[in-house]
């Protein structure tokens, strides 16, 4: 007689999960593969796929992600786990600096604030603070100086480009007579 035998395979797949750290690239992104957190996964039939739920990150998902890692072995059982994806900004902001001239007043001081020598500075997560090594000028600083501004991301990552702060006194002494 003949009889027919059915194989079946109804056990999943041992899914295996890896964490892993990722760096932002300078436009603020970064992507993975699926194959980046597993870590051997395996199945006696063979897998067919992995697939993570998410692959692509940004200045927003700085920190520690959970991702699901999904193994589907080659007759379709599933089985998933778990990896943390940690996200680091360590892109440094671009500093860009300008010249600038600036006049005292009557009393012979002039000040400036980190604006005023900014260009353009950037970064792809943003801009947290910007700071000029000096800002306050007087009789003492007639002519050409050079200011450092620092530029710190909203990662903290820092840059910095150099400015000359060219101070010009154009006030006109007060004449003062007296009558003899």
Request: hydrophobic residues 40%.
């Given at each position: 007689?003949?009889?027919?035998?059915?194989?079946?395979?109804?056990?999943?797949?041992?899914?295996?999960?890896?964490?892993?750290?990722?760096?932002?690239?300078?436009?603020?992104?970064?992507?993975?593969?699926?194959?980046?957190?597993?870590?051997?996964?395996?199945?006696?039939?063979?897998?067919?796929?992995?697939?993570?739920?998410?692959?692509?990150?940004d200045c927003t998902n700085?920190?520690?992600?959970?991702?699901?890692?999904?193994?589907?072995?080659?007759?379709?059982?599933?089985?998933?786990?778990?990896?943390?994806?940690?996200?680091?900004?360590?892109?440094?902001?671009?500093?860009?600096?300008?010249?600038?001239?600036?006049?005292?007043?009557?009393?012979?001081?002039?000040?400036?604030?980190?604006?005023?020598?900014?260009?353009?500075?950037?970064?792809?997560?943003?801009?947290?603070?910007?700071?000029?090594?000096?800002?306050?000028?007087?009789?003492?600083?007639?002519?050409?100086?050079?200011?450092?501004?620092?530029?710190?991301d909203n990662?903290?990552?820092?840059?910095?480009?150099?400015?000359?702060?060219?101070?010009?006194?154009?006030?006109?002494?007060?004449?003062?007579?007296?009558?003899?």
């Open positions: 007689c003949a009889s027919t035998v059915t194989v079946q395979d109804n056990v999943a797949p041992v899914a295996t999960c890896k964490n892993i750290t990722i760096q932002l690239n300078s436009a603020g992104t970064a992507t993975i593969a699926a194959s980046d957190i597993n870590n051997g996964s395996s199945d006696a039939c063979g897998i067919a796929s992995l697939a993570a739920s998410k692959t692509s990150f700085i920190g520690a992600n959970t991702v699901v890692l999904t193994v589907t072995d080659n007759n379709g059982n599933t089985s998933t786990c778990a990896s943390t994806v940690t996200v680091q900004d360590n892109v440094a902001p671009v500093a860009v600096c300008k010249n600038i001239t600036v006049q005292m007043n009557s009393a012979g001081t002039v000040s400036i604030v980190a604006a005023d020598i900014n260009n353009g500075s950037s970064d792809a997560c943003g801009i947290a603070s910007m700071a000029a090594s000096k800002t306050s000028f007087n009789c003492t600083n007639i002519g050409a100086n050079t200011v450092v501004l620092t530029v710190t990662n903290g990552n820092t840059s910095t480009c150099a400015s000359t702060v060219t101070v010009q006194d154009n006030v006109a002494p007060v004449a003062t007579c007296k009558n003899i």
